[in-house]
């Protein structure tokens, strides 16, 4: 089945250390987003991405960077972690010519110490 | 931007019984408002959503209705049975769905 996946699924860093996180999709959708769910915060939109040369801010940018390598990956970046971007992080894809539903992948739990 | 505020944050129910979960909206040109569920450990999924152009969806025993001029949206849970118990989302965003923007959830319980 058509899917988003995401590496890793769990990981435990130290502060100041770089981290990626990676989101590719076989959906074949044209949208991607990266999501942090915090509990009582709900999902909170970081980084999105129309097509391979749009990239757009979202809600919580600050202390990320993004990088769409192609239509079927998004990678969220950590230059320098900090303890409280620890948080379940969310990709996403969705269809321009679709319902606007999004589909996420299962989720990236970071953990910083 | 948009700011999405939804309540309560957690609600319990025996089985059977109806659930409501309420959320309001910031942004007058929002017009599209899906709801996700999310079980223990898995990823939030769509469950309903509506536009701007109707009141009401239902499915099956989900329900949805908007009131545009107030700005409120909800979710209703109608004979609701154990399964449905998750965290739910609410979430609003323009046409173009550029930041949509999700509630803080609410998790529902039913109580067997």
């Known amino acids: 089945d058509a899917d988003v996946t995401q590496t890793p699924r769990n990981r435990i860093t130290k502060t100041g250390k770089r981290i990626m996180l990676e989101c590719s999709q076989t959906?074949?959708?044209?949208?991607m987003y990266w999501y942090r769910q915090d509990p009582g915060l709900g999902l909170r939109l970081i980084y999105y991405?129309?097509?391979?040369?749009?990239?757009n801010k979202g809600e919580i940018s600050d202390g990320y960077s993004v990088s769409r390598q192609a239509q079927a990956k998004f990678s969220l970046s950590l230059e320098s972690a900090i303890p409280n971007q620890t948080a379940l992080y969310f990709c996403a894809t969705s269809w321009t010519s679709g319902t606007g539903e999004l589909f996420f992948g299962e989720g990236s739990r970071l953990t910083v110490l | 931007g948009e700011n999405v505020e939804q309540h309560p944050s957690t609600l319990s129910v025996q089985e059977g019984d109806s659930a409501v979960i309420k959320c309001t909206y910031s942004d007058s040109a929002s017009n599209y408002f899906p709801w996700y569920k999310q079980e223990l450990g898995k990823r939030p999924q769509l469950i309903i959503d509506?536009?701007?152009?109707?009141g009401e969806k239902k499915d099956q025993r989900i329900a949805v209705t908007l009131n545009k001029t107030a700005k409120h949206f909800s979710l209703h849970i109608t004979e609701t049975q154990p399964e449905d118990s998750a965290v739910y989302f609410c979430a609003a965003s323009r046409q173009n769905n550029n930041d949509m923007r999700f509630g803080a959830g609410t998790r529902l319980t039913v109580k067997p």
């Open positions: 509506i536009r701007s152009n109707v």
């Open positions: 991405s129309f097509d391979v040369k749009d990239i």
């Open positions: 959906k074949g959708h044209d949208r």
